[in-house]
Structures are given as structure tokens and as C-alpha cells.
């Protein structure tokens, strides 16, 4: 199908197979998913969001939105891929607590902007995640313990409906949209901007604690029991880092939102396995809570795999830091509990269990990405799953029937197909598949 025409509806960029430039800005931010759309519109605004999904709906087209591309699944292919980075607005109101922002915003930009008011919003471990994406999925991370979901602090959204017409969705004015966009994916319309609840900043004490990872026995038992005693306030994480060349590592990050003072006790059982080759606790200022878990910045290839641990990770963790974890380069066990194991709006509902795990690798050469997922399978084969996960964690290809429950897809697939019966829009993790 070409898209001759395309320009002539839109004041942004239009690049079609063929045209210099494509291919870059094809490309998602995770270089391991392979995406061919049909065209790439860089939208200039909601205006050309609109034209975009009302010219590819009278063609019998879908329109696949990213702001980044961190959670591109290869759904994009054969869609026309809206670009969002020019829908870059972040408006603070400091009176009502709530920033307005556009689709093509990543996190650290919010935070920035509302550290200028001593508010925070409650973004995932990365700076460059895209709000809307990481928001449109739940979205957890070093405030989940202490707020809950990012998608619970939603007040409404601006979208583009599967027709090319603008709405703003909030709980009163359209209750089905709005649950199935605030952690059900949003695979119904595309969103142009949304209105975030902000939280009183608090003080950061925060940073990581590296070990050689001949000490990953005792880091493993201290980690738990760092965990077992923690406020809400504290979230503390756990990793194994065995990049290629380079001496294998564990280490605990850790973010308390309070006084150094506090943090400083509750984290001492860390110092005290003495021996590390690095700490980095101390204060730090929230726009600085990216650096804590040293995801990369740069587009990646990665595979991941991500699951929900139901019960102890002490003797599985130091199982892995004694075993080779080739081709894999690293594992990230998050504790969760507090305030995202309690009640939640969202279709996820509320995270009861007690730890998420998260290990990925980089597929290299013929057979590299079956390396990748084989040894995946095996390393998750050593721990009790509960079997489901978040959204934002669901890789490419797996079900949507591991994230949400049977009557939670059967509610999310009638929206589509009352607001989207042509398949217009194509979100990552189609709900109809
Ligand atoms: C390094 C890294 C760190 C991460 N850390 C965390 C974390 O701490 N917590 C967590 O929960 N997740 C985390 N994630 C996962 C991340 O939240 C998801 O991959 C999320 O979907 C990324 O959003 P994005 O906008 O950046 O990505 P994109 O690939 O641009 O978007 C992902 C999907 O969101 C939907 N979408 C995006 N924009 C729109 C729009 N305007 N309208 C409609 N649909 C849209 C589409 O389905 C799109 O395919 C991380 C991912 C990476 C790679």
C-alpha cells in the first residue's frame, strides 16, 4: 500500500521505504525488535495525530504509536508508525498537584519540571521511558512501594479515537476508556497528552552498594533482610551483573524517600557485608534517582524476561551468582509489597506478590536470540512464578492472558471492539491478538 497523500494531510515529517532517513527513524530503542511500518509520520501535533489515524482508517491501514520505542514488540510492522517526540509540553500546576503532559515526553523532563515546585510524579527506573507508554502499562518503580501504580495517579487523557476524532477521557466523562488506558494499554485510540497527579517531593537517600560476586551468599541474606524490615518509603533492589569482560558483580540499589538519617540506619546491615568495590549511598536530588540503577541510556538490543516471584529469593539468587550466565548479562530482583499490593483501579489490579525479576541479554549472530530465551527458561526455571505479569514487562510475543485475568481481557477486548472496530489503532500487546 503507498502512502502517496500522506504528506499533503500532516505539517510533520512523512518518511516512506525508499527515503533517506527511514530506516533511522523506523528504528526503535530497543535495536533487538525489528519493525517495518509502512511509513513514519513525526506528528507536529494532535492536529496531525488526528489526519494521520483518519487517512490510514479510510485506507484500511493501523497506526502504531511510540514516543521511544523502549517497549516496541515488531507490532508496529505494516502500520503506520506515528512518531510523538514533537508533543513535548510539560505544564506543572503546582496549586492543583498535576502536570499536563504531551505524548512524546519522557520521564526525566517531568521530574525536572516538577522538582521546580518540590513535587514529584512516579516514574519506573529509567529517565528516558516515555510517560505515556511506561503510564499506558501501570508503570512501577522506586515509588510503587509508597504510591502504588503510576497509572492510578492519572486524571485524564487526550486522545485521538479510532475515528481521528479528540477527546479528553477522565473517570467521569467516559469510565470504560479511562480504566482500560490507565494500565490496560490503550489499545483502543491514541494518546496525545495526559494529566498526571503530583506527590509532595520527599528527601532522597539513595544509591547502590557492588560487591565481587563471590559474596553474593551474604549479600543475598542481608538484601532479605534489609527488605523484611522496610518502611514503604524504602524500595531495595538486587542484581547480577555478568557483562562480557568484565569482573561479574552483585549489587543492591536502594532508594529511601526520607532523611539521610533514616535511610542511613535502615541501610546500614548493607555496609556492614563490607568488602564492596563501590557505594554510592548517599543524598541524592529525586531528579538524580535515574542514575541509581544504571539502566542504559542508549538505544540497546536486548531480550528480556521478566517474572513474579511468589515466595523467598535469598537461596535462588545466590544459586545464580555461582553458575556461568551466559548469554544472559545481568538479573534485577525488585521487592515490591507496600502500596502496590493494595487496592488499584488499574485492569492489573493490585501486585500481590512479593518480588519481580527481570533478566535479560543481548542476542548475538545466527541462534543468539534462541541462546537468549532457552537460558531465559532455565533461570526462571529454579524459582515459583506466579505465572502473571505487568505490561510493561510483557516481551513480544508472549499472551496478554500473563498479564491480565480472563474477565479483565473480555472487558478490554469489547472497548476495542466498540471503539475500534476496524482495527485501526495497534498498540505493542494487541488486545484482540
Ligand atoms: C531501560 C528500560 C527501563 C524500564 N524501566 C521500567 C520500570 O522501571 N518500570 C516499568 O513499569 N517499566 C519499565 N520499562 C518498560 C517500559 O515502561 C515500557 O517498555 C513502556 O512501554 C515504554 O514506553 P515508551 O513510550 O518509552 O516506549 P514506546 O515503545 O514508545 O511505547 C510503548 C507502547 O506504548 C504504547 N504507546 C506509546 N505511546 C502511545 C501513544 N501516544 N498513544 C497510544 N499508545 C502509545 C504503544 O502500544 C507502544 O507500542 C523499562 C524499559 C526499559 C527499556
Known sequence: MGVRGLESVVRGRVLAGGDAGFGAASRP???????????????????????VVRWAGERGLSVAAQATGHGATGSASGAVLVRTGALDGVEV??????ARVGAGVSWGRVQEAAAVHGLTGLPGSSPGVGVVGYTLGGGLGWFGRRHGWAADAVRAWEVVDAGGG?????????????????????????????ELELFGAPELYAGAVVWPVERAARVAAVYEEVLAGAPEELSVWWSLHRFPGAEPLVSVQ?????????????????????GSV?????????????????????????????????????????????????????VQVRGLGGALAGPSAT???????????Y??????????????????????????????KPLTALAGGEPLGRVFSPGVLERLGRIKRERDPRGVVRAAHPVLG
Not at 525489528?34 to 488526528?50: H, K, L, S, T, Y
Not at 479528540?166 to 495526559?194: H, I, K, N
Not at 485492569?347 to 525479576?357: D, H, K, N
Not at 542476542?363 to 533461570?379: D, K, T
Open 278 to 330: 563501590r557505594d554510592t549511598l548517599g543524598v541524592l536530588p529525586l531528579t538524580g534517582l535515574g542514575s541509581v540503577s544504571g539502566d542504559p541510556v542508549d538505544p540497546t538490543p536486548g531480550l528480556a524476561r521478566t517474572e513474579l516471584l511468589t515466595g523467598a529469593v535469598g537461596e535462588w539468587s545466590a544459586a545464580l551468582a555461582a553458575e556461568p550466565l551466559d548469554p544472559l548479562f545481568g
Open 166 to 194: 479528540r477527546a479528553r477521557v477522565s473517570a467521569q466523562s467516559d469510565p470504560d476508556l479511562f480504566w482500560a488506558l490507565c494500565g490496560g494499554g490503550g489499545d483502543a485510540v491514541v494518546v496525545t497528552g495526559v
Open 359 to 388: 533478566a535479560f541479554g543481548a542476542p548475538v549472530g545466527p541462534g543468539g536470540a534462541e541462546a537468549v530465551r532457552s537460558r531465559l527458561e532455565r533461570l526462571f526455571a529454579g524459582v515459583a512464578v506466579s505465572g502473571r
Open 347 to 357: 485492569p492489573f489490579g493490585p501486585l500481590t506478590e512479593p518480588f519481580y525479576a
Open 93 to 98: 500546576d503546582p496549586v492543583r498537584r498535576t
Open 29 to 51: 530503542w530497543n535495536l533487538a525488535v525489528e519493525q517495518e511500518p509502512v511509513a513514519v509520520v513525526e506528528v507536529a501535533d494532535a492536529g496531525d495525530v488526528a489526519a
Open 254 to 274: 536502594a532508594a529511601f524517600l526520607g532523611s539521610a538519617a533514616v535511610g542511613e540506619k535502615l541501610l546500614a546491615p548493607l555496609v556492614s557485608v563490607g
